[in-house]
Every structure is written in structure tokens, then in C-alpha cells.
């Protein structure tokens, strides 16, 4: 498949109800070759546009861990650096794997400070919900993110307390590894604090997708070629069954993605070309639709099967179970 030119990255997604437009989605899509390069984006400002990287950025915060052998000395193994590059769904293997982490680094669950949520999974929360258990740190989806940030505290033998300080060292080696990936951007970086208490930083897109397209072709050395495989190797841990990034990581093989809050998706290849998308108005609704027409046009893969099939044009239902809609993915400006 061809990749898409410029005109074709201009991407909607539109909210459908009973046939007829109800509310539109716009999207910002850059594509990277290996070196950096813009093939193509969405329009003139979009490769520019700061956006959060949320969690796309775990990824790379797991870089300096894997760097400082915190897998070897600790007996993990890559279902466990997969974890910690999720926003898993809560699942039991999820949690498992999280604890252990935690386990072989001398710390309880209590350690964790992500806070509690949720499991991502309908179906766990649900269980848990009816026998009565509520939701540990653990469940929450950031919490292998957070474990192997503490093992990485542990083996270094940094401070524990105080671990998702701006200045804390090991916030400051996550910070100095997602600038380095991106490429070393001229401009200081911009951030925040994400939804889990981790540091938030914001880059244009087109220094995601290039991070990404790095870390898929091998380009961060051995830490980031032991991310990338245990990702490949482990798609479900890194999001689960309803994820886009699982299900796109399980479609295409040598494919590494990971997606943020507020509509954001990160893609890279094998040969170096890398993808990023927000959806404007931060949507998670649009995700799905967006990341696999996005996927399709921009990087010209089939991104098909059955998981993806169902998250490009996602059912809308009321209360009742009923189908009253649907979402659609589009090209901007095309004849409908």
C-alpha cells in the first residue's frame, strides 16, 4: 500500500446517529521518516503542534530502568517491561505481573502512588465490584509504570519517598530519555503532571512520531531494542484486548504503538518511518477510528482483522443496548 500524501492525512471522525452527523472529531496526524523528516501531516501547523505526550511517553520511561540492568538484577523478564510500558486494563496477569515487580524490589503495593482506579477492563471491574473487593493501586492502569520506576529507586539506591518530584533522579533520568528519543529538542521541554502523578511532557508531534520511529528501528541502542520486543512480544500487557495499540501491535508485525490520554497515539516501524496523532479536542471516543485510518493512509499498512475492523467504526448504544449510531473515520474534505 501506498503511503497517503498530505491531502489525504486531513482526518475526521464523525459521530453518526441514526445516519446523520452529530458531532465531528478533528485530528492532528504527523508522519516521520528515519530521520526525522515530515512525509506528512494533517496540514501546515500540525507537526509543529505541541501536544502531551500522557502515556505514550512510557515507553520511554522505562528506557533508564532497562539501561541500569534493573530487569536482570531483579530476575524480571519482558512480560514485566511490557507491563511497565502500559496502561494496562486491570486485569489479573496485569496485576500479577505489577507485583512482582514490586515484590523483587523489597516493596509492597502501598509504595505506589498512582492512586487508585478502576480496572480499564468493564468485565474485572464488574467482578470486582461484585464480591466486593475494591480496586488497589495495582489495578490502576499506570501502576507497572510505577513499579518499575521504584525498582529502578531501589537498585540505584535512591530514595524511595518523593519519587514523582519534578527534580527527583529518577525523574530526571525519564525526562532526559524521552529528549533524548525525540531527538533532543532546541526548545526546554514543556510539562505538566499527568492523571497518575507522573511528569507530563509536551513535544511538537512530529519529535513523537520521530521518538517512536527511533524506537522501533533500533536507533536507542539495546534498552530501547529490549522495549520494542517485549512490546512486540507482549501486546496484550501493553493496553489489553480493546486497546488499538495492542490490536495494531498484534496485527503488524516489527509495529510498536502506544496511545495517551486525550487522544493521542504513538506508531513506529521497523524501518524508521513513525507516527503521532491527537485528537483535537482530546476525544478518547475518536481514538480507535482515527488511529486506524491514520495507520492505514499515513503509514501504509492493511491494519486489518477482525479487533481493528471493529474499532474503525465503532457501535453507538443507549442504555438499552441498542445500537443507535456508530463513529466514522474520514478524510477530510471528501465527498461523503
Do not use: W
Not at 211 to 224: D, K, M
Not at 244 to 262: H, N, Q
Amino acid at each position: 500500500m501506498a503511503t497517503a500524501g498530505e491531502d489525504d492525512l486531513r482526518l475526521r471522525v464523525r459521530a453518526l446517529r441514526g445516519g446523520l452527523e452529530e458531532s465531528v472529531h478533528e485530528v492532528d496526524v504527523c508522519v516521520t521518516g528515519p530521520d526525522g523528516d515530515v512525509l506528512a501531516s494533517s496540514d501546515d501547523a500540525a507537526a509543529t503542534r505541541r501536544v502531551f505526550l500522557r502515556s505514550t511517553a512510557k515507553p520511554l520511561q522505562a528506557l533508564p530502568a532497562v539501561a541500569a540492568g534493573v530487569l536482570e538484577r531483579l530476575g524480571l523478564d519482558d512480560r514485566h517491561l511490557a507491563v511497565a510500558c502500559a496502561s494496562h486494563a486491570g486485569t489479573d496477569e496485569h496485576v500479577a505481573l505489577v507485583r512482582a515487580i514490586l515484590d523483587r524490589a523489597g516493596l509492597a503495593e502501598g509504595a505506589l502512588a498512582c492512586g487508585v482506579g478502576a480496572p480499564l477492563d468493564a468485565r474485572v471491574a464488574q467482578r470486582l465490584q461484585d464480591r466486593g473487593e475494591a480496586p488497589g493501586p495495582a489495578r490502576h492502569n499506570c501502576s507497572g509504570n510505577h513499579a518499575l520506576a521504584l525498582a529502578l529507586c531501589v537498585v540505584e539506591g535512591r530514595p524511595v519517598d518523593g519519587y514523582l518530584e519534578a527534580g527527583h533522579p529518577v525523574q530526571v533520568a525519564m525526562r532526559d530519555a524521552v529528549r533524548e528519543a525525540a531527538g533532543r529538542p532546541e526548545q526546554p521541554g514543556e510539562e505538566g503532571v499527568d492523571g497518575c502523578g507522573m511528569r507530563a511532557y509536551r513535544l511538537e508531534l512530529r519529535r513523537l512520531a520521530h521518538a517512536f520511529g527511533r524506537l522501533a528501528a533500533g536507533a536507542l541502542g539495546e534498552p530501547g531494542n529490549r522495549v520494542a520486543s517485549a512490546m512486540r512480544s507482549h501486546p496484550e500487557l501493553v493496553h489489553g484486548r480493546s486497546g488499538v495499540d495492542s490490536a495494531l501491535m498484534a496485527a503488524e508485525p516489527g509495529l510498536v504503538a502506544k496511545v495517551g490520554a486525550e487522544g493521542v497515539l504513538a506508531v513506529g516501524l521497523a524501518d524508521g518511518r513513525g507516527l503521532a496523532l491527537k485528537v483535537s479536542d482530546g476525544s478518547g471516543r475518536a481514538l480507535g477510528p482515527a488511529a486506524v485510518l491514520g495507520t492505514r493512509l499515513g503509514l501504509g499498512l492493511a491494519a486489518s482483522g477482525e479487533r481493528l475492523e471493529a474499532l474503525v467504526a465503532p457501535a453507538l448504544r443507549n442504555g438499552r443496548g441498542e445500537e443507535v449510531g456508530r463513529l466514522e473515520a474520514t478524510v477530510a474534505g471528501r465527498p461523503r
